[in-house]
């Protein structure tokens, strides 16, 4: 595989108005979307796909965080250029980032996206070497101070509301797309209406299918928010959210 196909990807894109909450700015859900379809379309071009993948191996990969730097955030029509890099593995976690470009070659957002190799049917974890030996990426070690530390949260959050998963919410695997939880997350963000973001983490920790129903825990203190999501199965997410 070439150097420049498997270094990096970029993709360019115009913000659609469906994109922009009501200060014009991308939502924090719309962020993660432009993650998810950037890497979406580099494994394709990899022929490493979710479906080809699958076929392939039987295995698929798990997204266990997201994490998202924010300088400033996209208005409506701005042109801006997503580029995106396999960054190494720490353990069996695999690091790609993503970083978003204005016209000017400014640094909008600095996103990290953090996977999981496993068995499709039995959801067991496996070995990286099993996708290592694809020679796909040269397989390298993360930078340090790149590791993700999860956002654990604290017992004592106060309830703040309750969602169902819908249907709506559902990707083509029939659970509930990552971006949505950032949505989730912006909608449950107590005393927050208005003041501006500058980082998001979310750690993955249990799927939500249809039928299940979500219970939001959250609480801000100063400059920083703590959200957790619980369905029937204990833990759903755990999201931690900074402040300008």
Not at 68 to 87: A, D, G, M, Q
Not at 210 to 232: T, Y
């Amino acid at each position: 595989m070439r150097e420049d196909l498997t270094a990096e990807y970029v993709r360019r894109l115009t913000v659609p108005v469906y994109d922009v909450g009501p200060d014009n700015r991308m939502k924090l859900g719309a962020v993660l979307r432009h993650v998810h379809e950037t890497s979406e379309q580099h494994v394709d071009l990899l022929h490493i796909g979710y479906e080809e993948f699958l076929e392939k191996t039987g295995l698929v990969f798990f997204l266990v965080c997201n994490r998202v730097k924010i300088f400033r955030l996209p208005s409506h029509r701005e042109k801006i250029e997503v580029r995106t890099h396999p960054r190494g593995r720490g353990g069996v976690r695999f690091y790609r980032d993503f970083k978003f470009y204005d016209e000017s070659g400014a640094l909008l957002i600095d996103a990290m996206q953090v996977t999981v190799l496993a068995d499709a049917a039995t959801h067991q974890l496996r070995r990286p070497q099993a996708f290592i030996d694809l020679h796909v990426f040269r397989d390298v070690p993360v930078d340090p101070e790149e590791k993700m530390v999860r956002a654990i949260t604290p017992d004592d959050l106060p309830l703040v509301g309750e969602r169902p998963v819908y249907r709506s919410d559902l990707d083509s695997n029939g659970h509930m797309n990552n971006a949505v939880y950032a949505d989730i997350v912006d909608d449950f963000l107590p005393d927050a209406a208005g003041d501006a973001v500058s980082g998001l983490q979310i750690d993955y920790l249990g799927e939500m299918s249809p039928g299940d129903r979500l219970r939001l825990f959250a609480r801000r203190q100063g400059g920083e928010a703590l959200v957790r999501g619980e369905n029937s199965a204990g833990l759903s997410f755990e999201a931690r959210i900074l402040f300008k």
